[in-house]
């Protein structure tokens, strides 16, 4: 493919570390070597969590590593009234509903029934929301509405497969077409009290209005782009191409975090003295060791 438009897109609750960089390199690589487009996105949409100077050490950060990236900067807390605007499409084909339960109640619904001769599919995010909330007549959930009841809107998964079909498809770059298969993560929250839109609903709009071409992640986000591909249908989105590389692992096997201060790029460049040269020179080296193995 040529002038490839990829993004990285980081949430700005901690300061980047290098598997963000790894990420981060993947998809400006991807992008450079198609001669096209390099895009940084702020996912911010969990207000109470994210924190504006953390996206001033993202700038520094992917300055220091020679990352450059095309302006502006899109923010999606800046977008809000887009997404709700999208909420109101799906609002409006009848594939949402309100959703009562609180964790503690689908906790305790869970319990309940796994007691019981059928039990609660499970998929990539937990178990599936039971479906209390799904059941309610019209006039119920307008009383609790009415009662000023916090809710989430959730996916009615039969109803939007019934609007867009099974006939869904997207290309891997490494593991080729995929058929969808969004029944994975059942009856989703795309929006609820504390944060406005949700991941799923965001990045789909997102890498559409901004003309992502393709979608570079990590292998454990591979299931979300089941989801992100009946989305895309029911909202009549671009479909870009996917490509989720490894995750980068620890000597340990395990997955780099925000938590673990030593390994952000402020750390080692600020405290370990190193360059971004030897950065990039040890990024590479993992990417050709076992360590990222998921």
């Given at each position: 493919?040529?002038?490839?438009?990829?993004?990285?897109?980081?949430?700005?609750?901690?300061?980047?570390?290098?598997?963000?960089?790894?990420s981060?390199?993947?998809?400006?690589?991807?992008?450079?070597?198609s001669?096209?487009t390099?895009?940084?996105?702020?996912?911010?949409?969990?207000?109470?969590?994210?924190?504006?100077?953390?996206?001033?050490?993202?700038?520094?950060?992917?300055?220091?590593?020679?990352?450059?990236?095309?302006?502006?900067?899109?923010?999606?807390?800046?977008?809000?009234?887009?997404?709700?605007?999208?909420?109101?499409?799906?609002?409006?084909?009848?594939?949402?509903?309100?959703?009562?339960?609180?964790?503690?109640?689908?906790?305790?619904?869970?319990?309940?029934?796994?007691?019981?001769?059928?039990?609660?599919?499970?998929?990539?995010?937990?178990?599936?929301?039971?479906?209390?909330?799904?059941?309610?007549?019209?006039?119920?959930?307008?009383?609790?509405?009415?009662?000023?009841?916090?809710?989430a809107?959730?996916?009615?998964?039969?109803?939007?497969?019934?609007?867009?079909?099974?006939?869904?498809?997207?290309?891997?770059?490494?593991?080729?077409?995929?058929?969808?298969?969004?029944?994975?993560?059942g009856?989703?929250?795309?929006?609820?009290?504390?944060?406005?839109?949700?991941?799923?609903?965001?990045?789909?709009?997102?890498?559409?209005?901004?003309?992502?071409?393709?979608?570079?992640?990590?292998?454990?986000?591979?299931?979300?782009?089941?989801?992100?591909?009946?989305?895309?249908?029911?909202?009549?989105?671009?479909?870009?191409?996917?490509?989720?590389?490894?995750?980068?692992?620890?000597?340990?096997?395990?997955?780099?975090?925000?938590?673990?201060?030593?390994?952000?790029?402020?750390?080692?460049?600020?405290?370990?003295?190193?360059?971004?040269?030897?950065?990039?020179?040890?990024?590479?080296?993992?990417?050709k060791?076992?360590?990222?193995?998921?």
């Amino acid at each position: 493919m040529e002038h490839l438009i990829t993004r990285f897109a980081p949430s700005p609750t901690g300061r980047l570390h290098i598997g963000h960089a790894f990420s981060a390199l993947f998809a400006y690589r991807k992008a450079m070597e198609s001669d096209g487009t390099f895009i940084l996105r702020i996912e911010d949409i969990d207000l109470g969590r994210c924190r504006d100077e953390f996206i001033d050490g993202f700038y520094e950060d992917l300055s220091w590593l020679g990352i450059t990236w095309a302006q502006p900067v899109r923010k999606q807390s800046d977008h809000f009234e887009t997404y709700a605007a999208y909420l109101d499409k799906l609002n409006d084909m009848g594939v949402l509903y309100p959703c009562f339960c609180t964790r503690k109640d689908i906790a305790a619904e869970i319990e309940g029934i796994g007691s019981a001769p059928h039990h609660i599919p499970t998929g990539p995010e937990g178990h599936h929301y039971p479906g209390t909330c799904r059941h309610l007549s019209t006039q119920e959930r307008q009383d609790k509405i009415n009662s000023g009841a916090p809710y989430a809107l959730r996916l009615d998964l039969d109803k939007a497969l019934a609007i867009a079909g099974t006939d869904l498809t997207w290309t891997d770059q490494d593991k080729g077409k995929q058929i969808a298969t969004p029944a994975i993560l059942g009856d989703v929250v795309l929006a609820r009290k504390d944060v406005k839109a949700s991941y799923h609903l965001c990045v789909t709009i997102d890498d559409h209005l901004q003309d992502i071409s393709l979608v570079t992640r990590g292998s454990d986000l591979f299931y979300a782009t089941h989801l992100h591909r009946l989305l895309q249908a029911l909202l009549d989105l671009n479909v870009p191409e996917y490509c989720h590389h490894p995750l980068l692992l620890d000597e340990h096997g395990k997955r780099f975090a925000k938590r673990n201060n030593a390994v952000t790029l402020q750390h080692m460049r600020e405290q370990d003295g190193l360059s971004a040269a030897q950065v990039i020179a040890q990024i590479d080296s993992y990417e050709k060791s076992e360590h990222p193995v998921q």
